[in-house]
Every structure is written in structure tokens, then in C-alpha cells.
């Protein structure tokens, strides 16, 4: 077989616990793709996009969809509720933004959400000993009867007696008939995504895989079983799309000037909650899948350093300086230490309890407000400085930095590699 060149895979990821900014970061990027692509979770994800006056938030389409002459691919590795994405392509349609089966594609393969996947999530989180924290969208369960191998797949929707015979086993509600119409709308988007990727980066095009969650919420990688039920990290968007791992040729991992978590789970540098309150009042953290108040605490590059390593990141986005001008001092943690002294890593503070573990801060000048930015020479010397120490303990470029949720408040302090 010929070995096909050319096309490149440039992967957006999360390199905390999700809400990094990855959306505004993929609407960038894809003005120079060809398509984008969403390779797992589902609409427990929120990406907030900001343009032409408009606030947009997208939780299961690709964000690319907004650019015209995007392809805008669901991947096999998302889990799909088709209520919500069928009412995702109304919202997109009502603010004139093209959505048909030109230029919207959805894998075969992948899983539906029903309604009892979110009754088990729900039922779930409503007992205290279970609750993670979840966003009770049913992704968990969804990811459950995959695995299991009772899962119905978007292909499934399309032939009448494969679902009566997948429904028996798993639903007890009477399902037949909705199922069906999703098929009948869902049925002319449907394609092999993998051969569909595969043969645009054959082809020699620009492939953008737009993460969701972020590195720390990977069901394998993350602070279990504080986590999601997908993988988040790089590797999954060949699994997740169907394409050979050869073709990501750039994965840029992205993360805010701070930290935030949504759900329970560790989360070493949070702050005191009357902190938390300002950084959340300034930063607007709330979520945008279900509007709880996010958590907030100071950058962290120990976790930031193993969401690197296991992301394979060859580029940092850093977003939201903005949100630091005005609050005092800024602090970055550069190190955790054991009650014995001893450095630990993220792997080894995740199994100690907080309390032991002594969290160890550089400290940077407070920047009074943020002036306009046209190069990093227009930044504060601090926030300067901030960058600095975030290469240096990574041993990593920042390739991009956002300073406002507007459209052009972004600069490129690298190419990106070729
Ligand atoms: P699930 O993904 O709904 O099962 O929730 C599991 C955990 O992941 C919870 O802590 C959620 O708050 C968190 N989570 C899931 N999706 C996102 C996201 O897109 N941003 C931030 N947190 C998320
Ligand atoms: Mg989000």
C-alpha cells in the first residue's frame, strides 16, 4: 500500500480538569482546518464560543461547525443524545449557521444516550456515597453498556429489527418508536468517520480533534474515580476517530492562568471560598453544561507537568489572563512536598491525603488591569514571568495565549510545527 503524506492532525486537549478554554482555542484554530472533529465524551461537555456579538455554546457538535466550509465530524468515541443534538442543530440553524448533512458527518459507531442511562446517573448521584459529581447526562452509563457490549450504536437506529431485538435487552420503556425517528433524521449524516479522516488527511488537509473534559478527568489517567468515563487525553482521538495514531503530528494541550474543577475529587491548590468567589465573579466559573459554581484555585504545574507526559503535548495554550489583572498577588505551585519533606509527583500526591501534603508557591507581582495586547512584550512583566516559569518547569513552548473571550484576543508566540 502507498504510504499516504501530506494531511497533519493537530489535537486540542484539556490539561486540567476540562474548561480550559479549549472552544475559543478550536474556533481559532479551525479557520486554517479543513474539518473538526469530536472524538469523545459527549454533552456533559460545554464550549462557549464568542463572536460577531454572539454567545454560542456548543456541548456535542464540533466547535468548527461556525466557520464556513468546515467539515464538523462526531467521531465513534462520542456518546450521542440525539434530543440534544437535534436540538443543537436547531440552535445553529436559528443563528443561520449552516448544518445539514454537507457539512455535519456522524460516525456509525457512535453510542446513543437513552433516558434510562441518565435515570441511572441521576439515581446514582443522588446517594451520597456514590456522588461524583457528575453532570447526570447519562455518559457514564452510555459508556457502561458500550462496554458491556449492549450499547446501541447510531446504525442501530436505522434498521427496525436490530433495535427491537438491542431494545429487549436494554430498555424497559417502550423506545421503538422514537428510536426510529432519530433514525429517519439522524440517518443522512451518517458515515464511517475513520475512512472519512483518514482520507481528507490523505489528501493532504489540516485535521483538527477538539478534546473535551481535560487530562485529569481521563478515566485512566485521571484522579480516579473522581473522573470521566472517557479517555480524554491525545492518544484516544486516533481511537476515538478511527485513524492511525501516525497522523497527529501536533498536540497542543491547553490550560487557564489558574485551575478550576467542577464535581467532587481532589484539587490541591483551591482556594479559600471567599477567593474562590472573586476568581469565579471575574472569570464567569460557572459551568456551562450545568451552571453549578466551578472551584477555583491557583495554577498547579506539578499536575500541569503530568497532564503533559501523558498528553504527549508539543505546545501549551495558556488562557484567561485576563482574569488575574485586579486580584492581588498571583501564585503558581511549583512543587508538592510530603510531611517528611520529600518532593512528590501529581501520581503520588493523588494517593496521599491533602492535609499531609504541603503545597509549595512562587509568588508574582499583582498586575493592576490588563492592557490591550498585540505582542507578548505588551503583557505585565509578571504574567511575563508566569510564562516563563510554565517553559521552563515543562520543558515546553507556549505556542498561544488567550487574554479575553472575544475573537482576536489571542496572540501565537510559536508556529505551530508543520
Ligand atoms: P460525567 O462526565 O458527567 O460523568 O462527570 C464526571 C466528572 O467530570 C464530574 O466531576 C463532572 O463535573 C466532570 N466533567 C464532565 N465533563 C466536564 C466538562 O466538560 N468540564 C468540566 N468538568 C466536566
Ligand atoms: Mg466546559
Redesign the pocket.
Known sequence: MALKSGGRGLVVVGGQ???EGKGRIVDTLSAQSFATVRFQ?GN???HSLHFDNKSLVLHLIPCGIVRNKQLAIIANGVVIDPEVLLAEMAELKRHNIACSPLNLKISRHAHIILPFHKAI?SQRESEAKNK??????G??PCYEYKVARLGLRAEDLLVRSRLVHKLESISQEAMLDQCLAWGDQLGPYLVDSGELIDDLLGQGHQVLFEG???AL?DIDHGSYP????SNCVAAQAAIGSGIGPGWLKEVLMVSKAYSTR????PFLTELDLASQEIFRKQGNEF?A?TGRPRRCGWLDLPALKYAARINGATGLVITKFDILAGLGPIKVATAYRSASGKTISFAEAMINSPETIEIVYQEFEPVAYMPKINHLADMPQSMCQMIELIEKELALPIKMISFGKERGQEIFLSQLTT
Open positions: 480538569w476540562g474548561d465524551g456533559n461537555a460545554g446517573d461524583l459529581g457528575t453532570t447526570k447526562r455518559i457514564g473535551a473534559q481535560g478527568l473522581y473522573v470521566t468515563s467542577v464535581g467532587e475529587g459551568g453544561t
